[in-house]
């Protein structure tokens, strides 16, 4: 089944999809996080199921529909996804009307939400971006403590970082806005290889940022 979220209010957006999906895995079990920032294969073997010999899976997708590789891909596979036993929790935070119509025809729930005009957006969120596009070593060791505190999961929090190194290259396409994505886009595969948790990539990480 899929479950879909989206809205400019990410944080809002993101601890329903969350709460929701935590409330399935602790039925099913294995939660699988995939953003914009995994390879199209990464993808692909997510939705591709557990197999015959695996356990039931929650399978959670930020920002997919961003990679027109991931998009294709994801809407060609929807009709089988919406008859899956799996449950996939789905949140873009913009997506065309025409996108929207179609998931939705296929989404079991359907959430959108949008942030209240002229209402401050001062918090973790994009607490944590601005304190990346910065260069501000501390305020992103702080935010990121303070994440792990309210048991966001690593994977979460990269993508919230990826989300703001992307708003940073759109906003100013400098050598160190790039060099941010294409850090932040290799960092789960190099934990990977390396054999890292990822949450222990991030401190690296964060600890090696600087304004340069």
């Known amino acids: 089944m899929i479950f879909f979220f989206t809205g400019t209010d990410r944080d809002r957006a993101r601890a329903a999809m969350n709460e929701a999906a935590q409330s399935a895995a602790d039925k099913a079990g294995e939660i699988i996080r995939i953003s914009d920032a995994h390879r199209v294969a990464d993808l692909e073997s997510a939705l591709r199921g557990a197999g015959m010999f695996g356990g039931r899976r929650v399978v959670v ?32 935070e913009k997506a065309d009307a025409a996108t929207r119509r179609t998931i939705e025809k296929y989404a079991e729930t359907s959430e959108k939400f949008e942030g209240v005009k002229g209402e401050k957006r001062g918090n973790e969120v994009f607490a944590l971006a601005a304190a990346l596009r910065r260069g501000d070593k501390k305020a992103l060791w702080v935010g990121y403590q303070r994440a792990l505190v309210r048991d966001e999961a690593p994977e979460a929090i990269h993508g919230i970082l990826f989300w703001g190194a992307k708003q940073a290259l759109l906003a100013s396409n400098t050598q160190r806005s790039r060099q941010l994505v294409a850090e932040l886009a290799e960092l789960p595969h190099e934990a990977r290889r390396r054999g890292f948790e990822l949450e222990y990539a991030l401190e690296k990480y964060i600890l090696g940022i600087n304004k340069s």
Do not use: T
């Not at 961003?66 to 799996?86: G, V």
């Open 61 to 92: 997708l930020e920002g997919i529909l961003s990679n027109d590789e991931m998009r294709e891909l994801f809407i060609a596979q929807m009709p089988m996804l919406a008859k899956a036993d799996e449950d996939i929790f789905l949140y873009e």
